[in-house]
Every structure is written in C-alpha cells, then in structure tokens.
C-alpha cells in the first residue's frame, strides 16, 4: 500500500539565503541548466507559454507569469512571477522583481516560496555560460563586450569568470554613461589587469569583439547593420529584442525553445515574420548538446534563449533541498489552516 500524502510544510525563502547558497555553486548551477536542458529536449518537462501581463497605463512595465514541470529525480512543478518595471533603475532601485512557488508533486500544495531575482538571473547567466562554453568554435573567445549592464550582465560576467573563461580584453557600451562606467569599475575590481574598455557606441565595441552580450531592456531592434559582424561573433542574444532580424538571417541561429522564443516580438520572431518561415532556425542548444549540429565559421553564431520557466523551477528546487538539509528553511506553522473536508478540528 503506497503512504497517505500528506500536507508539506510551507516555506518562505529570502533573497539572502539564495544568494548564499548559489554564490560559489556556479558551476554546479551550469551542470543543473544542462541537466534540465536535457530533460527538456526530452520531453520529460511541461513548460506552457508564458503569460504577460502588460498596462494600457504603463506601456514599458510588464509581468509575466512562468508555470512549469521538471521530471527527474526530485520532481517539482511551480510558478515564476517575475516583474519588469524599467523606471524603477532612475529611482535607484531595480528593474525586477520575481517570486517562485514550488508546488508538491503528489499533493499539488505549495511548499515553498522564494525570492526569485535572484533564481532568474543565475538561471539565465547559467544557460548563457553553458551556451557560450558549447557554441564556440575552437578555441574560446578573448574578446567580451557587454551591451547593457544592469544585474543580468553582471551575473553573466560572474558565470563565465567562475567557469573558467579568461579574455584578453572587456568591453562595455550602455546607453548610460554613469551605469557604464559603475560596470567597468565592478568588472575591473574582480579580473585583475585585463583591459576594461567602455565603448561609445554599440558599433565599435561590436567590431572590437568575438563575443558580444546583449543583457538590455530594448523593446525594438536598435542593432540594423550586418557588416558589424563581420568577425563572425558568437552573440548571446539574452535581452531577444536588440538584433534586427537582418543580422539574424546572416547567421546561424540556436534557441531554447522554438516555439517560445519565436513570440512576443522577439528578434528571431521578426525574422519568422519577416521571412514567413523558420528555417533561418539551425535548432536549440539541447540539439548542440546532443552533438546533432555542426555550427559554421563563416557567420555569426546567435543564441537566443526565451527564458524556460523549467530553469527556474529546477533551480528554486535545488536552493530549497540545500537550505532543508542545512535544517535552515524558515517553515511558516499552521499556513495550510483548512485541511479537514468537513472543518472537523483535529485532537
């Protein structure tokens, strides 16, 4: 006879512990993205759309809400709640702000409610370090350039410095002169005497680099001219909305997801709209992780990763399962209150 399910005690998990747990796992949180990644490619996940809640009052501020189901051997399901609200950086605080719900996979009931900026950024500089690592061409790239410099570009920065990448020089552009050279002086107090250069325009540092971030909040493609790429750059496309889809035709293209990340607008989403077709798509990183796509050297390699809300999930789960074996989860008694069919008090 299988065991009564029973209720889970509810959690709440804040921003500081999991910034502790994951500061100094980044390369155990890569090997987690690739994991679920493959899981993924499997089929052995549900990952529906998301939703996003937008304002007729606040046309740049948005919510999107994330459900998902990982498999494996601690199987999960959830929600991510993540906000963007671009005014919010001029008044000193930032852009996002995100919630998780981990939800009990035998019962349904919650268990678990966590701090989730946090979550997401590690999960998107964790796919984009796996993705940088797996799509380049021989050797790794030396030359970096960020485009955008909030916390996703920090985060990513972080990822590939604690897996390894070293590069010959740094480069920088943001539209913010001050937020561009605030990112210069944190890369530069944390990579020693490699060169940090703040570029003036996204030209140049494009043409300086042979591997290009963009982590923005462009709504439209502000990137037109292919020939910028003529370096054949490996570019993590993360922000999905800077690249005209133009320079998406003149390379070689590989998402997370198809069917997520051709919507919303999304740069290779203007290329299928463009074209009327998807075959500018060479396929996802589960498909390079598999070794079914050999990746060209004469254009540009773009990645454009959606953003799974299975990452998320995967890795809330995975801060929760360390805090309890730590015996340091924050359990709020008696949150589950009507847990009798008929209201019958229990002895």
């Not at 972080?158 to 740094?170: N, Q, R, V």
């Not at 005497?193 to 591997?211: K, N």
Request: aromatic share 8%; hydrophobic share 40%; with cysteine.
């Amino acid at each position: 006879m299988s065991p009564q399910p029973v209720v889970p005690p509810f959690a709440v998990i804040t921003g500081a512990q999991v910034s502790e747990v994951l500061t100094g796992s980044e390369k155990e949180v890569v090997g987690l993205v690739e994991e679920v990644y493959r899981l993924h490619g499997a089929g052995d996940t549900v990952n529906p759309p998301s939703y996003f809640l937008r304002f007729p009052d606040r046309p740049s501020a948005r919510i999107i809400a994330l459900p998902a189901a990982v498999s494996g051997e601690r199987p999960t399901d959830g929600l991510k709640w993540i906000s963007s609200f671009p005014e919010n950086v001029a008044s000193g605080i930032p852009r996002a702000s995100a919630v998780l719900i981990l939800n009990d996979y035998t019962t349904g009931y919650p268990f678990a409610c966590l701090e989730s900026s946090i979550i997401s950024a590690s999960r998107t500089a964790a796919s984009a370090a796996l993705a940088a690592d797996r799509l380049s061409r021989g050797q790794r790239p030396r030359r970096i350039g960020f485009i955008g410099t909030g916390l996703i570009a920090r985060y990513i920065h972080a990822y590939l410095e604690a897996t390894g990448w070293t590069f010959d020089e740094i480069g920088i552009h943001d539209l913010s002169d001050d937020h561009a050279r605030a990112f210069a002086g944190y890369v530069s107090g944390r990579c020693g005497d490699t060169p940090v250069v703040v570029r003036p325009t996204a030209e140049e540092l494009i043409r300086e680099c042979d591997l290009v971030v963009f982590a923005t909040v462009a709504a439209a493609p502000h990137v037109h001219d292919p020939s910028w790429f003529a370096g054949n750059q490996l570019v993590l496309n993360v922000s999905l909305r800077d690249l005209a889809p133009e320079i998406l035709l003149a390379s070689a293209n590989i998402v997370d997801d198809v069917e997520h990340c051709l919507k919303a607008n999304t740069s290779p989403h203007l290329a299928e709209q463009l074209t009327g077709n998807r075959d500018f798509i060479d396929g996802t990183l589960h498909d390079v992780l598999e070794g079914r796509i050999e990746l060209p050297d004469d254009r540009p390699v773009v990645f454009s990763p959606f953003g799974l809300g299975v990452l998320d999930v995967a890795l809330g789960r995975y801060v929760h399962d360390r805090l309890q074996e730590a015996g340091r989860l924050g359990v709020v008694d008696g949150f589950f209150h009507e847990l009798d069919r008929y209201g019958h008090t229990r002895a």
